[in-house]
């Protein structure tokens, strides 16, 4: 009897310390990419349409900055524009009295011409027919000339107004919050009615689609990975079971570190590693900083 007591009181012990070692190949945490969404315009937040854990999509509108004045602006820039254009010489007006001066000075040299032929008219009275048409031509020529000039000075003029139109446009537009990346909202740094100024962080988002389990190895462990590898990761679930996943190698350093103060023992920490970086794809259970376990050359299992 106390044998068999022994025996299984052995055994239990043999399987408590079976199911409570690791053979993982290499340990990390997961993380992702962070993007911090800031306000590019000054003014108050009249919208802010998030929540933290809220997903966006990409290119979303989700608030805006007042831009009363800079609507004001806008209009007051247009408006010196319009000021300046107006003051333009209208071309085809100015040229209509000597345009018809040239037509009658044309009818008038034809009709002499006509009259020398009939000896009724003089060679002079010609010459002076000839010479008023020239002289009707060159004054339209000259006055189209100081028109065309007058007329691209003011246009010069607006030139500065245009481009401080452009200006104020571009600061309208920034006004606008348009969310960045498809992903979900972590941390709202800016409540609605709030008053930023540019760079004033408004939210953070990342894409937990799929995250990245950042581990590390060391230079003996190297041989066995490659870029593009698929692999093996267990994170903790329920009942003291692992949940797998499939990852896949996608970075590995090429230079060595010292293990990070958060993973393993102190003497562990002393040894140098190299950080590997494997993108698992999120069914919604992976959380960041959540702790998982990676097996190199074991086969790689799916989650149903």
Known sequence: MNNKLILLIFLALTGACTSNSSDSDATGNFETDEVIVSAEASGKVLQLDIQEGQA???????????????????KQIQYSIQAVLARRANTTV?????QEQLANANKEKIRVENLLKADAATQKQLDDANNQVLVLEKQIGALNSTLTIANSSLKSETLPLQAQLDQVQDLIKKSKVVNPIEGTVLTQYTLKDEVVSPGKALYKIADLSTLTLRAYVS???????????????NVDAADGKYKPYEGIITWVSDKAEFTPKTIQTKDE????VYAIKIKVKNDGFLKLGMYG????????????
């Open 293 to 304: 376990e990676v097996k190199f050359n074991s086969p790689v299992l799916k989650t149903n």
């Open 56 to 74: 966006l999509h990409a290119h979303q509108l989700v608030g805006y900055v007042d831009t009363i004045q800079l609507v004001l602006q806008k």
């Open 94 to 98: 100015q040229l209509s009295a000597l």
């Open 219 to 233: 230079e003996n462990q190297l041989a066995e990975i490659k870029i593009d590898q698929k692999v093996n990761v």
């Open 269 to 272: 920490r002393a040894n140098l």
